[in-house]
């Protein structure tokens, strides 16, 4: 057990919650990663929970209830989720996990309310996530020697045949090591060999590994760390050596941003596969997302440049986001990319699409009623705009002189 004199730094609502239960003879105790992010330092937004000398979740929720909404979804595998104004809380039973078929649900799961620190642990992926803090006494169990893997920055494994039982722990694995700069036990990684061999990652779906993905583009400060390892392991059939300084110049403009998640990750992609065939393309999406918007959105950047014209970038601007691919080409180092901004920026450009004279209306108004025709029409009012520069004034006089028989 170790000692500190320095708290997690827990919610008052938690610290209310822990007291309750302790009073009706329950043992909580914090675990996995928030306590792990205690020691790096980082800022915790989760808090897992695990609640000892309790026979079955039910009793508690009576006590839980009176702190925000519980959501029962995960009590067949041990777990309770507790939401309230500004936190989640995860509360689960001490618990051993049983392989039995090849996919993610083909678990046995079995609770114990007197399990042992060291067995309850044992279930967990890597020595860092099975370190518990007891509020109480602010002392830490540390049954696999997590602390010191944490001071020596490793990723390792706790139990061989547990650990293979998983596949997804090859993806967390790389993540780990990716968002904290870890290096990989080298038994551990043998490990996550053998289960790239024995092909177990082919039952894994889609979304948990868009997951582990998206964690290692969002919360890496080096997201190539986690790419080399992609491509060390040879998970994926592109290879993105060529893009690890490009993903790296990516990472640190976007800190800088306020964007979306689903943004971010789409420009991180639209980098990733810039220049590949789009067949390829396709192949690599499909295998980790069923999302056709996010899928097309890459497509498409990936599959467009900007160039130094002003036409160019007038008409490119009605397709996409030129600020979204310049912000791609700068990532990749392109080397007349700054003057492309410029010039984007001066024509007003950059930020939004070009802002259309003409409209349908504009032809309503002048007596044209819709057709074949019509489409036409603005077609010819955009190339006017475009590239004879005119403003809206001389495009209306055009279409009157040229179509002075059908106009009013």
């Not at 964007?259 to 639209?270: E, H, N, Q, R, V």
Request: aromatic share 12%; proline share 2%.
């Amino acid at each position: 057990m170790f000692t500190t004199t320095t708290k997690i730094d827990i919610p008052n609502l938690l610290i209310d919650i822990l007291i309750k239960l302790q009073e009706n003879g329950y043992r909580p105790y914090l675990v996995g990663g928030c306590v792990r992010d205690f020691f790096l330092n980082k800022q915790i937004k989760d808090f897992d929970i695990e609640v000892f000398n309790l026979e079955f979740l039910e009793n508690i929720i009576p006590l839980l209830e009176k702190f925000g909404n519980v959501n029962c979804v995960g009590k067949s595998f041990g777990v309770l989720k507790l939401s309230t104004k500004n936190f989640e809380f995860d509360f689960s039973l001490p618990r051993t996990e049983q392989k039995i078929g090849k996919t993610h649900k083909d678990f046995i799961v079995k609770t114990y309310s007197k399990l042992s620190f060291e067995d309850a642990a044992r279930r967990r992926d890597f020595t860092i996530n099975a370190i518990s803090y007891d509020y109480f006494t602010n002392s830490f169990i540390d049954p696999f020697n997590g602390i010191n893997d944490l001071k020596n920055k490793k990723i390792k494994h706790i139990d061989d045949k547990t650990f293979v039982e998983d596949s997804l722990r090859v993806y967390r694995a790389i993540g780990f090591s990716s968002r904290f700069d870890f290096e990989i036990d080298s038994k551990t990684k043998e490990l996550c060999i053998q289960i790239i061999k024995n092909k177990e990652l082919e039952f894994l779906p889609k979304e948990r590994i868009f997951e582990e993905l998206k964690k290692i583009f969002l919360k890496s400060l080096n997201p190539s760390i986690g790419l080399k390892l992609i491509d060390d392991f040879e998970l994926f059939s592109i290879n993105f050596r060529n893009k690890y300084k490009s993903i790296d110049n990516l990472a640190n403009f976007l800190r800088d941003t306020d964007f979306p998640d689903f943004k971010k990750l789409y420009l991180f992609f639209a980098t990733l596969l810039k220049d590949i065939d789009e067949n390829r393309i396709l192949d690599f999406l499909n295998g980790i997302t069923n999302d056709k918007k996010f899928i097309s959105t890459i497509l498409f950047l990936s599959g467009n440049s900007t160039n130094l014209n002003e036409i160019f970038l007038k008409n490119l601007s009605l397709i996409l986001s030129l600020e979204e691919l310049i912000l791609i080409e700068k990532a990749l180092e392109k080397s007349d990319i700054l003057e492309v901004e410029k010039l984007a920026k001066k024509l007003d450009v950059f930020d939004k699409p070009l802002k259309i004279f003409v409209k349908g209306k504009d032809l309503i108004n002048l007596g044209f009623k819709e057709s074949i025709e019509f489409k036409k029409i603005l077609d010819e009012s955009l190339i006017l705009q475009i590239e004879k520069g005119l403003n809206k004034e001389q495009i209306i006089e055009n279409i009157i002189e040229r179509y002075k028989i059908k106009s009013i």
